[in-house]
């Protein structure tokens, strides 16, 4: 066991040594700064999602299993700034103490997980794709903190899921964060996609309201299509509460429509003064990007194709 303990040791200093040095040559190759905060962003994530098994333990024994997901996102927050230097600073946050809500955000790329940790309010659980939960420690920790885990593949299953979490919001005042376009954008420019139904259609069962978060564009922050990871300070705004006490199924359509509308007016704001402090692409640069990589309208080919398949959910 000691030998398996320090064969771990010197595999943990090797990555450390091995990321502070793609870190320190970025100032040269700066290609080299992305693998190196992409390498401190997964050792962050393992750190903090061990934390989390423990933490989501002993606050369940403790009776405050609820808050699980608070503390951890707490947690990596401050972990990821110092291994990054990335912070997101919120507008808004007095819309967050609503509860319950079902709470619905753009989605760009990984880095959106650290947004989390920025704006994640106490009593409140992600949703994620059932596969998430099978990848060791990371899975077990959102099986334990109360993730709703959704199979997007199976409609009959996927609704079971959000019946089941209509019915605890109204009877725990839990609240839910919900990606509302399903997948990452990966957009240089402030766009969103498609919009699922499923986080619009548990407000609507669970009779609570709708609290919409916008990030800004920070593609001169992260981008993946350019190899760019470097440090800033990233606007989001939280904007007020939909109601949708008086809403049905059927006006779940416009819901949907009109909220992607509100995100995206703002999400056009808000890149504005991203684009001012350096941390998004000027207009003409973003899009020269989307083109070059093919991406329009913020969507790849395939998500362009996604797209047009009928939302199940």
Known sequence: MSTIVLYALYALLAYLGFTSLLLLLSVAIPTLG???RLLASHLALFVVAAYGVVASIVLRLVGYGRVSQWATARAFKWVMLLATG???????????????????????SELDVLMLGEIFPPY????????????????????????VFIDRSNRENAMAAFEGA???????????????????????????LPFKKGAFHLAVKAKVPIVPIVTANYSNVLDVKRKRFVSGVIPVKVLPPIDTKDLTPADVED??????????SELVRVTERARQAGVSLPADEAKAVDQKHAIVNGASPRQRRDGKVKQAI
């Open 34 to 36: 992305f693998y190196g």
């Open 86 to 108: 990335v912070r997101f600073e919120v507008e808004g946050k007095e819309h967050l103490q609503t509860r319950p809500a079902v709470f619905v955000g753009n989605h760009q």
């Open 124 to 147: 409140c659980s992600v949703t994620a794709k059932k596969s998430l939960r099978l990848i060791p420690i990371f899975g077990w920790f959102m099986a334990l903190s109360g993730t």
């Open 166 to 192: 209509a019915a605890e919001m109204r009877r725990d005042k839990q609240s839910v964060f919900i990606f509302a376009e399903g997948t990452r954008s990966y957009s240089s420019q402030p766009d969103l």
């Open 255 to 264: 819901l949907t429509r009109d909220t992607r509308d509100l995100m995206l």
